[in-house]
T-cell receptor, first 114, second 114 residues
Framework: KAGVTQTPRYLIKTRGQQVTLSCSPISGHRSVSWYQQTPGQGLQFLFEYFSETQRNKGNFPGRFSGRQFSNSRSEMNVSTLELGDSALYLC?????????????FGPGTRLTVT | GNSVTQMEGPVTLSEEAFLTINCTYTATGYPSLFWYVQYPGEGLQLLLKATKADDKGSNKGFEATYRKETTSFHLEKGSVQVSDSAVYFCALSDRPSSASKIIFGSGTRLSIRP
């Protein structure tokens, strides 16, 4: 079974631009969560989507948004990029709701904002 | 709120040494507990999990026991290898009915000398 895939793997953007990251979950997984990883803040939860609906949200500004499609693929968008948005963005999928609790992570998208 | 505290790194050991990485948590209710591992340049991989008190998770020679009385989930391995060099994250899921949000510790970097 293929794992979680994220595209692109690396991205360089300029301050003020916007960016869209993509995540394809493991086949059959309906929940997709996004995390931001930085050296200073560690791993922080951004949001979770389940059946095309945002079900849970972390403490990030409205510049961070996401969506999920009917095939469970998810995208994350960051508008008006700031230097502090430079991070590794990780996507994780899970069966969710079936009694299993673990999440399976993709390799991440490394975003650099200059 | 819920939180995870794990020992500061980096931890440097010689090959075949015994490993312990301490992890304690604060949570209401009965969270599920996890250890994730992150190898250089990669996303997180689930190493092991425990879903209720006194459960022992194990994988690849690593073990951790869910201790509700001490709110701990320490990671141990009897004989480490160079290939175990990575960053280890202790984590909890505080929503037993879904896997929507995982709270991570700050991570412990482990380096094994040949």
């Amino acid at each position: 079974k293929a794992g979680v895939t994220q595209t692109p793997r690396y991205l360089i953007k300029t301050r003020g631009q916007q960016v869209t990251l993509s995540c394809s979950p493991i086949s059959g997984h309906r929940s997709v969560s996004w995390y931001q990883q930085t050296p200073g803040q560690g791993l922080q939860f951004l949001f979770e989507y389940f059946s095309e609906t945002q079900r849970n949200k972390g403490n990030f500004p409205g510049r961070f948004s996401g969506r999920q499609f009917s095939n469970s693929r998810s995208e994350m968008n960051v508008s008006t990029l700031e230097l502090g948005d430079s991070a590794l963005y990780l996507c994780a999928s899970s069966l969710a709701g079936s009694g299993t609790y673990e999440q399976y992570f993709g390799p991440g998208t490394r975003l650099t904002v200059t | 709120g819920n939180s995870v505290t794990q020992m500061e790194g980096p931890v440097t050991l010689s090959e075949e040494a015994f490993l312990t990485i301490n992890c304690t948590y604060t949570a209401t209710g009965y969270p599920s507990l996890f250890w994730y591992v992150q190898y250089p340049g990669e996303g997180l991989q689930l190493l092991l999990k425990a879903t209720k008190a006194d459960d022992k998770g194990s994988n690849k020679g690593f073990e951790a026991t869910y201790r509700k009385e001490t709110t701990s989930f320490h990671l141990e391995k009897g004989s480490v290898q160079v290939s175990d060099s990575a960053v280890y994250f202790c984590a909890l899921s505080d929503r037993p009915s879904s896997a929507s949000k995982i709270i991570f510790g700050s991570g412990t970097r482990l380096s094994i000398r040949p």
